[in-house]
């Protein structure tokens, strides 16, 4: 890693009253990186997220996200990245275009930029049938598949993904991971939490959270390495055996 | 202001598109601005009245007669047994009770003064006492009837007579409609505003938009504003569909500038708003949030002075009622409808309700937080 | 019978869970039975009068004199007041030459409910003047009256606010916790899960209401011993007979809360239906704001279908009067009546959304 990190993490902690759900943590994100952040249900990988998304703030340390501070420069962070949340995060009384069209505005693009992105994002997704459908309307794939346009729509220089493949199918997940590679292929970074563990292996390099700290961070191949084990499957149950918290 | 522009459009969206709740909101209104101003009616006629009859002389079918000829009184039974009579009270059948007793005409000509017995159910003690002074103005004009025939002699002493004119200043023929109509329609248009407002940051809580919003570089300050703005216009045209049943249902030509009414209801507006958005930003789901503004929502109406007097309350409850928005729009509504107000008047009320926008709205604004 | 048992405990567990919401389900109507309580009544007390005395005679000085002694009226001189009396000059003079004076009273009418009682009570005020005046001077052939106000003989207005009030609150709490809670299973999702399990649609709903039906029950309790014990009013009839009369009215209303969230999709529209749609008509219609026998006769008909007049009469029935179950036979039945009617259509409704 020569390249200045994107996001640089130093001994972020949130305490919940007398529990530390993230403790400590400290790792760095090189732009342009597929960065899995795994652990089990409750290690607080999500906690952890939302504090670089600016949703929560930290009770101690320090971390810099797209060139600012995140206690200080919250909002100059917002502006450079995109999140897209495990909750479902686009309206669903709204059709896709009208969604895009709004969240295009409050990140400042001019109605021309939104006209030309929606059409390019149709294209893309192969969506133009239904882009004045409601979006209650559409399966959940392809949602999902929407909401990370939507959370790229403005050129983040980030996108924070949470779970971004829940309760989607296997052909769909593959899908996705094609756009997230393409959108790390136009130097995007992407910070992923999941739970599968073959997309595990898909990420540049992989961190492993266990009772909120991280226990594990290399490649996969280096994991698997250093673990002596056949896939990352493996890695993450011989870590997560370890584990106090029960799970949620 | 771009920015601004997009919310707009996004929540005009979202509420246009729901067709049932904006159905609810402009139709339901409407409905009982039409029907309830006719129940809500003081005027005391057809009380029913029984008559306990022990004399069964020409002076009390006399009485008998006078009482059942005034559409104030419907008699209910003519009877001489007392316990049958209050029996009917007990039942709700009767309110009041006329008692004759034995020997009513010949004591009245030779003891010269007679007592009559009223008994009157007085749990609602208003329609009570309204229905006895009745009953005992027309046992006045009866006993005068009585005297001039018994005297014929002219000459005997006149009764001393105090003849009450009454003038109803500002709605001389007590119409109550007149009232209630715009005090009905404050009541909705505050309810509206509350509930919807109430409802509508914490439903996105729960659906969980609201994080993708808080991601963004958004104000506080412009996503307050985006959600009270469409409600805003919103209740303008509750108030003017309201204003149009009062016109040509009711009738109610306001007496003062309605430009007035609009320019107090925006202020008033805006304040109920922040309030229900205030809800909205400290409630956890939409449940605590339609429990906290229906206990708002209660007191504001039970406590805004148009079903009971303000002035009927005890000192404590009446300096709580200072802090209620909806006593202030519904004495703007008396004094601009009804009495011709003009903006001297109503400046106090104005300058409070002003100061409660102003309250809330920042409030709101400070308690909505992008960052847990 | 054991299903049924382990599907009340997770609704009680949902319930007791959301201390928040359980502290406004208890804490709402004990503050507003309190608040309302003691501020709404329509008494009238030391309302002001101006008197303008054009007379200054003995005569009308001996009138205000009355007025002012009376519980209802505080003259005033100047300034605002409620009413104004206008005696005009020559008045002891036409009382006892021409035996014919007159007093003008003049009403601010923008509030008529109000301006009626006031000017009625004034009135009453001069008319019984009048009398004594006849009776001082042995004017003969006097029929005096005596009134009796029955079971309020003071005329507060507690008596008959109270148990309207009981019947309002009751009945808005009930309609919207029940039609609110099972809406919000119904967003979330887990309704579904409840409506494919081998449970009867009947049972899915009695085991929803049960723990609102508890609460209730502690609702009213307290409400109870409020109003006797802090608002004074007397519970001069039987007091099991007046409790097994509130659970009915209560499972009625739950019924009725039932009934609408089988309606309504989102907690929104059951919000706007069990708020804003029932609020003013359930006040006004319960009666004891203003005489429903005032009200146009489709009204009249329309208010029978308000649960809460039923029981406001009930109340009054029982706790004021201290009547029994005969004097209530109409009203129990008509609430009981309600209360299958309801659970019928809605267990309807549920059958129709499995099919």
């Known amino acids: 890693m020569t390249t200045k990190p994107i996001i640089s993490v130093h001994g972020l902690t949130k305490t919940f009253g007398s529990f530390t759900a993230v403790d400590a943590i400290s790792f760095d994100v090189a732009p342009g990186e597929i960065f899995g952040f795994l652990g089990a249900n409750g290690a607080g990988k999500t906690t952890a997220m939302k504090m670089l998304c600016g949703l929560l703030s930290p009770t101690s340390g320090q971390a810099r996200v797209a060139g600012f501070d995140l206690s200080t420069q919250t909002e100059d962070v917002k502006r450079r990245i995109g999140y897209m949340s495990q909750k479902f995060s686009l309206y669903e009384d709204l059709t896709v275009a009208e969604n895009i069209q709004f969240y295009g505005g409050i990140y400042g693009l001019t109605l021309a930029e939104i006209k030309h992105k929606s059409i390019a994002l149709a294209t893309e997704l192969g969506l133009t049938l239904e882009m004045n459908k409601l979006v209650r309307s559409l399966p959940l794939g392809w949602k999902q598949k929407i909401a990370f346009s939507v959370a790229l729509l403005h050129d983040p220089a980030i996108v924070f993904l949470d779970e971004p493949t829940g309760g989607v199918d296997p052909v769909t997940r593959r899908q996705f ?11 995007v970074t992407l910070f992923v939490t999941t739970h599968y563990m073959d997309e595990a292996e898909y990420c540049h390099r992989v961190s492993i959270m266990v009772d909120g700290a991280i226990k594990a961070l290399d490649t996969p191949h280096a994991l698997r390495k250093q673990f002596g084990v056949a896939s990352m499957d493996e890695v993450f149950t011989l870590l997560a055996r370890g584990a106090q918290r029960s799970a949620d | 202001m771009r920015t601004l522009f997009f919310l707009l459009q996004k929540e005009f969206r979202q509420i246009l598109r729901d067709r049932i709740i904006l159905a609810m909101i402009l139709i339901m209104p409407t409905m009982q601005l039409i029907l309830l101003p006719l129940a809500a009616n003081y005027e005391v006629r057809h009380i029913g009245v029984s008559i306990v009859d022990h004399d069964r002389s020409a002076a009390s079918q006399q009485l008998v007669r006078k009482i059942t000829s005034t559409d104030y009184f419907n008699l209910v039974r003519y009877t001489s047994s007392y316990p049958e009579a209050f029996a009917l009270i007990e039942s709700n059948q009767t309110d009041v009770i006329l008692e004759i007793p034995v020997g009513f005409e010949r004591g009245l000509v030779r003891e010269n003064e007679q007592s009559l017995f009223i008994s009157t159910n007085a749990i609602n003690g208003v329609k009570a006492n309204i229905g006895a002074a009745y009953l005992n ?36 023929h007590l119409l109550y409609h007149v009232f209630m109509v715009p ?90 708003l922040g309030l229900g958005l205030l809800i909205s930003t400290v409630a956890e789901t939409q449940q605590q949030a339609m429990f906290v503004a229906f206990f708002f929502m209660m007191i504001f109406i039970m406590m805004g002075g148009l079903f009971t007097s303000i002035e009927s309350m005890p000192q404590w409850a009446q300096w709580l009622t200072y802090l209620n928005p909806v006593r202030y729009i519904i004495e703007v509504m008396r004094l601009v409808i009804l009495k011709g107000a003009g903006f001297s008047e109503i400046r106090f009320h104005f300058l409070v309700i002003a100061g409660m926008a102003i309250l809330l709205n920042s409030w709101a604004v400070l308690k909505y937080r992008k960052m847990a | 019978m054991k299903q049924l048992y382990t599907f009340v405990r997770k609704e009680f567990l949902h319930v007791l869970r959301d201390k928040k919401t359980l502290l406004i389900l208890f804490g709402l109507p004990v503050v507003q039975i309190l608040i309302f309580g003691f501020a709404l009544t329509n008494e009238v007390k030391h309302a002001t009068v101006f008197v303008r005395d054009d007379a200054h005679d003995d005569a009308s000085r001996a009138l205000i004199e009355r007025i002012d002694a009376s519980q209802v009226f505080d003259v005033v001189f100047n300034g605002p007041a409620n009413l104004d009396l206008i005696i005009p000059s020559g008045f002891a003079n036409d009382l006892s030459h021409n035996g014919h004076a007159s007093v003008q009273i003049i009403t601010d009418a923008s509030d008529p409910n109000r301006a009626t009682t006031l000017s009625t009570y004034l009135t009453a005020i001069i008319a019984d003047h009048q009398l004594d005046l006849s009776e001082m001077q042995g004017i003969p052939y006097l029929i005096r009256t005596t009134t009796r106000f029955t079971y309020n003989p003071q005329l507060k207005g507690a008596p008959n606010f109270v148990p309207g009030v009981m019947a309002l ?27 494919v399990s081998p449970f009867k ?29 802090v608002l004074g009013l007397p519970i001069n009839g039987s007091i099991p007979l007046l409790f097994s009369m509130s659970i009915l009215f209560i499972i009625t209303s739950l019924a009725l809360g039932v009934l609408v969230s089988t309606i309504a999709a989102t907690q929104q529209v059951a919000m706007l239906v069990s708020m804003m749609g029932m609020l003013l008509p359930t006040l006004l219609f319960s009666g004891f704001m203003f005489p429903i026998e005032n009200m146009p006769l489709p009204l009249q008909l329309i208010s029978n279908a308000i649960p809460a007049k039923w029981y406001y009469n009930i109340v009054k029935a029982v706790m004021i009067k201290g009547l029994g179950m005969d004097a209530i036979m109409k009203e129990a039945a008509i609430l009981l009546g309600m209360s299958v009617l309801l659970t019928a259509i809605s267990v309807r409704r549920f059958k129709v959304r499995l099919a």
């Open chain 1, 177 to 187: 991971w094609d756009l997230i590679y393409a959108a790390a292929h136009r130097g």
């Open chain 3, 201 to 229: 649609p009947m049972m899915v709903i009695v085991a929803k209401v049960i723990p609102y039906l508890l609460l209730s029950i502690v609702n009213i309790i307290s409400i109870l011993l409020l109003s006797v014990f």
């Open chain 2, 137 to 172: 103005r027309i046992v006045m004009d009866f006993n005068a009837d009585l005297r001039t025939e018994l005297l014929s002699d002219a000459k005997g002493r006149v009764q001393p007579l105090i003849d009450v004119r009454t003038i109803d200043r500002f709605n001389p």
């Open chain 3, 169 to 195: 609150v009751l009945m808005l709490v009930c309609v919207m916790m029940t039609s609110i809670s099972i809406v919000r299973e119904k967003e979330l999702g887990t309704m579904e899960i409840l409506l």
């Open chain 2, 183 to 272: 005090g009905i329609l404050a009541l909705l248009l505050t309810m509206i505003s509350v509930y919807l407002s109430a409802l509508n940051i914490v439903k996105e809580k729960e659906l969980g938009t609201i994080e993708q919003i808080n991601v963004t570089p958004i104000t506080r300050l412009q996503f307050i504003s985006g959600k009270l703005i469409p409600f805003w216009l919103l209740g303008f045209v509750t108030l003017t569909i309201g204003l149009l049943v009062a016109r040509f249902v009711y009738g109610i030509v306001p007496e003062g500038n309605i430009a007035l009414i609009y320019l107090f209801s925006g202020v008033y507006l805006t304040a109920v």
